[in-house]
């Protein structure tokens, strides 16, 4: 599907259409920091370390093979 009018919005805005990212909750920062290192192990790149973010999260980010990125939290 193709519509000029946003098309056009974009051309002339730093703006994105479509999903940020997915977020998924484990549970603690132990299986934040074992399913990150798990998935890095099997291949996948990890784009954010296990950390605490500013809002307050326990959180690492990691890219799927289409490069969309998956929050794992706490």
Excluded: C
């Amino acid at each position: 599907m193709h519509r000029p009018d946003i098309s056009e919005f974009l051309e002339h805005r730093d703006a994105k259409l479509g999903l940020t990212h997915f977020a998924i909750s484990v549970g603690s920062k132990q299986k934040v920091a074992t399913l990150t290192e798990t998935i890095r192990n099997n291949g996948f790149k990890v784009i954010g370390e296990p950390r605490t973010t500013g809002d307050g999260y326990y959180e690492s980010v990691i890219a799927d093979p289409e490069g969309n990125w998956i929050e794992i939290t706490e």
